[in-house]
């Protein structure tokens, strides 16, 4: 069998095995020592003396000492941090009073408050629970529709792992080459854009239809607007200057991502502090989340570049571009397809399995079809969206119907998600037409 | 007695995993120390680089084990959650040897080597000229890679244990996810409220 053929079983055993429901992180490395072992393999030569054992111990190390990946066990602290420091409740309660006049206004209020929340934290699971716990009954109960109610908490939960500063950026760039720094000026202006049109059309729904969700009965509104701004100041706004001055600190150049990252999980630390929610039990909860979640990105990352090192060294990459340019396509039909096998990726595995295992497998096609690296990353980004909202595999939807009363169907909650998965797709497809919405950010910082 | 020597692997696994968890508290207060020093006294530290990227490998690396103990490495179990718990371990013990074992294995070994040129010169960073040691970076990988072959072991026992009873055996836990905690209340909560 020639090398670029035992690339591809190796793609293929490799596909079998994730389906089996293996852990990826350790199949990848033990394939690529395998496969690795006899690529290198050299007749004479001592066992441990095979080239592959050097290139794992090489590449653990590179990720061991990678100055991007620093960033996320930061970032994750910084979410677990915020999750517990009592905040949801008040931002959603001062938010649903400052927007009382708006139609649909607790959707809205519902959706600001995910996006927010979730921004912050960039853990979709316990943004969808939380809220599906503290805003989704109360929508029920004042008569908001179940389908609306739903896929404003899915939609707005899943916005966490787009708008930076998210820690999947930080994982595409760690893949990609591309700087982090600028991946999240490229990804603002599409992250408002698809939060801005999720809310605009909640507003249209029940402008449209105010059966959808009934005015609230005004003695539960009616709050001073002085008040109003009180509430908003406890709650609303602590959150929102500790995400900006992260995110500003990143995009002005005044602090690496990681830097940033540890500004932020400090500040979480003190939010926590202000509103009496730090506690010894609660620290010690979040420093022993995010070790367990950094490893499983990490050590995904470990077995991942020991894989794909191998497969290229087999030629497997060669392959697949001669295989993809034989295939005559422009940028529009290559954008397309690529995008649609990660969609359909999307349905089985969770976004970091996508970007650290299948996007690398695009990554060196881009420059034949004049695609930026960057760009590509808004679109991956947009559509991973997808993959917490369409079924079978639609995780915030399963959040949400874990902890729904009992007659909320879970096919209630998908066609709730599937208007706001029709808001990715305009989204992306907006992207594509005016790229500018991409670079305007980026060039407005850091020249051309 | 065999479910006390499994707890005790977790436990194991856990105590080193918590230990190396608290890195991200220093790394949290040691870099916010350094952009506080830069920015507010003009006078960045020579070793905050280092630093940042010692503490992050130390923890993820040496929390493989841990993870691993809690299930938390991801996997594409969509068909795999529907199996039988008999068939899950079935196939999971198979996948173990060809799957977990070669290559955790070679990292010990592979890393040990690696570790050990690095000790032989005392291996400094080449980022700042305060020559930060970065041998003992080194030296995690074959003990990352020893406490992994550790835990597979439980893991692998539990299989059998498995196949042999028709259903997993307890594992330790400590944290849970905050949506895990409290998607397993409401359940206990409604469960309590249905019955008569």
Not at chain 1, 137 to 143: C, D, F, H, T, V
């Amino acid at each position: 069998m020639s090398n670029p053929q035992l690339a591809l079983v190796m793609l293929g055993a490799f596909i079998f095995i994730i389906l089996l429901g293996f852990p990826i992180a350790f199949t990848l490395m033990a394939m690529g020592v395998m496969f690795g072992f006899y690529a290198y393999f050299v007749p004479d030569q001592a066992f441990f003396d095979n080239r592959v054992f050097y290139l794992l111990s090489q590449n653990t190390f590179s990720i061991m000492n990678n100055d991007v990946l620093t960033a996320v066990p930061l970032f994750l602290f910084m979410g677990y941090m915020i999750e517990r420091s009592n905040i949801l409740d008040r931002l959603f309660y001062s938010l649903q009073v400052a927007l009382r006049a708006i139609p649909g206004s607790m959707a809205v209020a519902a959706l600001i408050t995910c996006a927010l929340f979730a921004t912050a934290t960039g853990i979709v699971g316990a943004v969808v629970t939380l809220m599906g716990l503290l805003a989704f009954p109360a929508m029920l109960k004042a008569g908001y529709d179940q389908k609306l109610s739903s896929g404003v908490i899915c939609a707005g939960g899943t916005l966490g792992i787009l708008i930076p500063p998210s820690i999947m950026l930080i994982v595409y760039g760690a893949t990609s080459a591309v700087s982090v720094v600028k991946l999240y000026a490229a990804a603002i202006v599409p992250g408002f854009l698809l939060a801005g049109l999720y809310v605009v059309y909640v507003i249209t729904r029940v402008a449209i239809n105010p059966k959808l969700a009934p005015k609230l009965p005004k003695e539960e509104t009616d709050v001073p607007w002085l008040k109003v701004v009180v509430l908003l100041l406890q709650a609303f706004f602590p959150l929102a200057v500790l995400i900006m001055s992260v995110l500003g600190a990143i995009l002005f150049g005044l602090a690496t991502p990681s830097e940033a990252a540890a500004i932020g999980a400090l500040g979480a630390m003190v939010l926590a502090i202000a509103y009496r929610a730090f506690t010894w039990g609660r620290l010690k909860e979040a420093v022993f989340l995010t070790a367990r979640t950094s490893a499983m990105v990490c050590w995904l990352f470990v077995g991942s570049w020991t894989f794909s090192s191998i497969f290229s060294y087999l030629g497997g990459e060669g392959l697949i571009k001669d295989f993809v340019l034989s295939m005559n396509l422009n940028t529009l039909t290559f954008l397309l397809l690529s995008q649609l096998i990660i969609f359909l990726l999307g349905w089985p595995l969770e976004w970091s399995e996508i970007i650290i295992i299948f996007v690398p497998i695009f990554l060196p096609l881009l420059s034949h079809f004049n695609v930026d690296p960057m760009f590509f990353g808004v679109l991956v980004a947009l559509n991973l969206q997808t993959s917490f909202l369409t079924p079978p595999m639609a995780m915030s939807a399963y959040y949400l119907k874990g902890i729904a009363p009992q007659f909320v169907l879970l096919w209630t909650i998908f066609k709730g998600c599937f208007p706001f998965l029709g808001m990715v797709f305009v989204t992306m497809f907006l992207v594509y037409v005016f790229p500018q919405l991409v670079y305007w950010l980026p060039n407005v910082f850091y020249g051309n | 007695m065999l479910q006390n020597f499994l707890l005790m692997i977790d436990r194991f696994s856990m105590a080193v995993g918590h230990a190396f968890a608290w890195c991200i508290l220093i790394l949290t207060l040691g870099t916010s120390y350094e952009v506080f020093m830069r920015y507010v006294l003009n006078n960045p530290t020579s070793w905050a680089f280092d630093m940042s990227y010692i503490l992050y490998g130390g923890l993820f690396i040496m929390s493989g084990a841990y993870a691993l103990s809690r299930n938390a490495h991801v996997r594409g179990d969509v068909l795999f959650r529907l199996l039988r718990p008999r068939v899950q371990a079935g196939i999971e013990l198979v996948l173990y040897f060809i799957f977990f074992y070669p290559g955790v294995t070679a990292l010990i070994i592979a890393g040990y080597g690696y570790a050990h040129d690095s000790f032989g010169y005392r291996e400094v960073s080449v980022n700042s000229p305060v020559g930060v040691p970065i041998w003992q970076l080194k030296a995690l990988i074959p003990l990352a890679g020893l406490m992994l072959f550790i835990q597979g072991i439980a893991q692998v026992i539990r299989c059998v244990l498995c196949i042999r009873d028709g259903y997993w055996p307890r594992q330790l836990h400590d944290v849970e996810e905050l949506e895990s905690v409290l998607q397993h209340e409401h359940e206990k909560h409604s469960a309590a409220a249905g019955a008569p």
